[in-house]
């Protein structure tokens, strides 16, 4: 039974998610003076940790190649300390042919938690008491077979499993005019597979950009 508790816990922690990603988008604006769609984007993803903007720029790029865009991972030619330039970050979208850039950064995170109750159950083994006909059943004949009736009481005491929640921003500027075009906030859950997450995150807003038309 404790298996099954824990899995009842994790689904419902999957289902604070989606029933099968660990990002939930919280909402999302689409400039409605945007006319066209993009088709080479450049990725910037905003974090001191080189290696996590490594994976997550280059798996934005697969996501949003699914969708016929091209996409140029910001770290091949823009280095960290430089990300804050905007001067240079326009260098190198010009360099690359590049009609917007996406810039994703984490602005908040928290715990939560889930508490599973505890409970008590059993399994009866006998005697069951009523009437006075209960008393006439075999195991009443000697102690040995009254002994193995018995009753096995389990308790299961109540369990909480926390888990951090990132909010992560992703906005969506075009080139020509410098001005944003999309944007949205979005709901990760920590699960420990830091690829399955930025996999997960990916292709939600990907999502969300075909649904608005942008790509």
């Not at 990725?43 to 994976?55: Q, S």
């Not at 300390?81 to 996406?102: P, Y």
Request: glycine share 6%; charged share 25%.
């Amino acid at each position: 039974m404790r298996i099954a508790v824990q899995w009842i816990c994790l689904t419902i922690i999957a289902m604070l998610a989606t029933a099968c990603s660990s990002t939930t988008m919280s909402g999302s604006w689409a400039s409605p003076d945007f006319q066209g769609q993009i088709k080479n984007v450049y990725i910037i993803g905003i974090t001191k940790n080189e290696i996590n903007r490594r994976i997550f720029e280059d798996t934005f790029d697969r996501a949003l190649g699914k969708y016929g865009v091209k996409g140029v991972s910001s770290y091949k030619d823009l280095p960290a300390e430089q990300e804050a330039n905007k001067d240079a970050i326009k260098e190198r979208m010009l360099a690359n042919g590049t009609d917007s850039v996406l810039l994703t950064q984490l602005i908040d995170q928290r715990t939560e938690s889930v508490t599973t109750p505890g409970r008590v159950s059993g399994y009866s083994s006998g005697p069951y008491y009523g009437d006075r006909g209960y008393y006439d059943r075999p195991y009443y004949r000697n102690w040995g077979s009254y002994y193995d009736r018995r009753y096995d009481i389990t308790y299961e005491p109540p369990t909480t499993t926390q888990f951090v929640v990132l909010t992560v921003e992703s906005v969506l500027y075009d080139l020509k005019t410098e001005e944003m075009i999309w944007s949205a906030q979005l709901e990760t859950v920590v699960d420990g597979n830091i690829d399955k997450m930025i996999q997960d995150f990916a292709e939600v807003v990907t999502k969300d950009l075909s649904e608005k038309g942008m790509i």
